[in-house]
């Protein structure tokens, strides 16, 4: 009887803490998610340069240093990578995937991880970069939201 009285009182303690707590609110989901990168091919595997983010639904609007590590699959039609997004505010990470095309590559992109103003920043959506020579000149488009 103690038993059942003790376990009763500890459910009804649960059912008062989890009805007391708040859940986390994400933001409503922003369409407007646009990453540029303007970079230089370093070696086989590696570029970096500059990049701009914004998203002027969540308020954010950046530039800074970006770098991608990349592999193009040995088809020659593949390639994925992380490019990383590195500003004063912080740091955005996001993988990309895509298909290698004559004039440069389409695909997708996940953002995959974050620090400071973008720790709890998530988004995907659609790349393309065109590439001359050694230089990528990359778009990212999709929606977010930071929650």
Same mark, same amino acid.
């Given at each position: 009887?103690? #038993?059942?009285?003790?376990?009763?009182?500890?459910? +009804?303690?649960?059912?008062?803490?989890?009805?007391? !707590?708040?859940?986390?609110?994400? #933001?409503?989901?922003?369409?407007?998610?646009?990453?540029?990168?303007?970079?230089?091919?370093?070696?086989?595997?590696?570029?970096?340069?500059?990049?701009?983010?914004?998203?002027?639904?969540?308020?954010?609007?950046?530039? =800074?240093?970006?770098?991608?590590?990349?592999?193009?699959?040995?088809?020659?039609?593949?390639?994925?990578?992380?490019?990383?997004?590195?500003?004063?505010? /912080?740091? +955005? +990470?996001?993988?990309?995937? /895509?298909?290698?095309?004559?004039?440069? +590559?389409?695909?997708?992109?996940?953002?995959?991880?974050?620090? /400071?103003?973008?720790?709890?920043?998530? /988004?995907?959506?659609? #790349?393309?970069?065109?590439? *001359? =020579?050694? !230089? *990528?000149?990359?778009?990212?488009?999709?929606?977010?939201?930071?929650?």
């Amino acid at each position: 009887m103690k #038993t059942k009285l003790l376990f009763v009182a500890l459910l +009804v303690s649960l059912s008062v803490l989890f009805a007391l !707590t708040a859940p986390v609110q994400a #933001t409503k989901p922003s369409d407007d998610l646009s990453i540029t990168a303007q970079l230089t091919i370093q070696s086989e595997t590696f570029a970096e340069g500059i990049f701009t983010i914004s998203s002027p639904e969540l308020g954010i609007c950046d530039s =800074g240093y970006a770098s991608e590590t990349f592999l193009i699959n040995w088809d020659g039609y593949t390639i994925h990578g992380v490019k990383t997004l590195e500003r004063a505010h /912080g740091t +955005v +990470v996001l993988k990309f995937r /895509g298909q290698m095309l004559p004039t440069g +590559v389409v695909g997708s992109f996940t953002i995959i991880s974050g620090t /400071g103003d973008y720790l709890k920043l998530h /988004g995907v959506g659609k #790349t393309n970069a065109v590439i *001359i =020579g050694n !230089t *990528i000149n990359a778009v990212y488009e999709g929606s977010a939201h930071i929650n």
